[in-house]
């Protein structure tokens, strides 16, 4: 099989919204809203029924933390999604620079069995 | 020439409908924008389910024979280095079940997959995934369109995919391992 890696050099971290109503979410809209709010790239990651996972590049996060109240309000524009009492924001620190080493020179899936002896599922 | 397609999205947010699937539509408008007679369906989402991924696709490349089958979502390291995220099992199905097959691997300088595109055949149907998050999924299929017209093979087509996903990140030079 033919196969390269590449290694994407870019910064970001995760931002989480925990503690909403999420149905018919557009995410397009979403990362559209917080782009104009940030004036950064933002994509969303993972979705759940009360969650939203996002990465946001080239930013620092007390940028985030600071705006935390008005990055709530901003996202309940978006289709799809209801805040509540109990909305919160949490975003992590920026990513840290492995050595390419640590980078595995396997595809990552592998077989079954191997995969679930090293990430269980 | 592509005259049939199936569009596979996957997720358990798509299925239960937490998320839009805006991907599909936008799939399906690029190939008949490209191919104006290409019959093309959207099939059920499926769950992020291994088996079920690998049987829907193995059911309809052999039964359906189409000339295309598109995999949305499930193409980043997921589960594997979050237990917040879903599980990504796309790329995984396909490294399975397909005959001939190229891939590419766009990692974070955190170490971490963030998209695995697998381009490759099951008998005659040619067979790509596409990431989850909408403008990425939209540039994938642009660039694999751009390619297949000009009749690329496979190991083409997945480096110009490639680019195109990567070309989304801010990021500065891309290094090859």
Redesign the interface.
């Known amino acids: 099989m033919d196969q390269e890696y590449i290694i994407a050099h870019a910064d970001k971290l995760v931002m989480k919204i925990s503690g909403l109503r999420v149905k018919g979410l557009n995410t397009k809209q979403l990362e559209q809203i917080l782009m104009e709010k940030l004036h950064t790239l933002v994509r969303v990651i993972g979705v759940t029924g009360e969650d939203i996972e996002m990465d946001v590049y080239d930013i620092e996060p007390d940028q985030i933390q600071r705006n935390a109240r008005g990055l709530i309000e901003t996202i309940s524009l978006a289709e799809g999604i209801t805040v509540t009492e109990v909305t919160k924001l949490s975003c992590s620190e920026k990513i840290l620079e492995v050595d390419f080493d640590q980078i595995p020179k396997q595809p990552i899936s592998g077989c079954a069995r191997e995969r679930w002896i090293r990430h269980p599922c | 020439m592509l005259n049939t397609a199936y569009i596979i999205p996957t997720g358990d ?1 798509i299925r ?5 699937d ?1 991907d599909a539509p936008e799939i399906i408008g690029q190939i008949v924008r490209v191919y104006p007679k290409a019959e093309v369906t959207r099939l059920c989402p499926l769950y992020d389910d ?1 088996d079920a991924i690998y049987n829907k696709i193995r059911e309809i490349a052999l039964q359906k024979k189409p000339d295309l089958i598109v995999l949305i979502g499930g193409s ?2 997921g ?2 280095f ?1 237990s ?4 990504d099992y796309t ?2 199905v396909l ?2 079940c397909l005959d001939q ?14 998209c ?1 595109l697998v381009c490759g055949k099951k008998g005659s149907t040619l067979i790509i995934n596409v990431p989850g ?4 999924a939209k540039a994938a299929m642009e660039a694999f369109l751009k390619a297949l017209t000009k009749e690329a093979g496979i ?1 083409d087509i ?1 480096n110009a995919m ?1 680019e195109a996903v ?1 070309a989304q ?9």
């Open positions: 947010e239960n409908g937490v998320v839009q805006l291994e980043g390291g589960h594997r979050s917040t995220l879903g599980k790329h995984s490294e399975q097959r190229c891939s590419r691997e766009i990692y974070g300088k955190n170490g971490h997959l963030w695995k998050p909408y403008q990425e190991e997945c490639a990567y990140y801010p990021a500065g030079a891309a290094k090859t391992l």
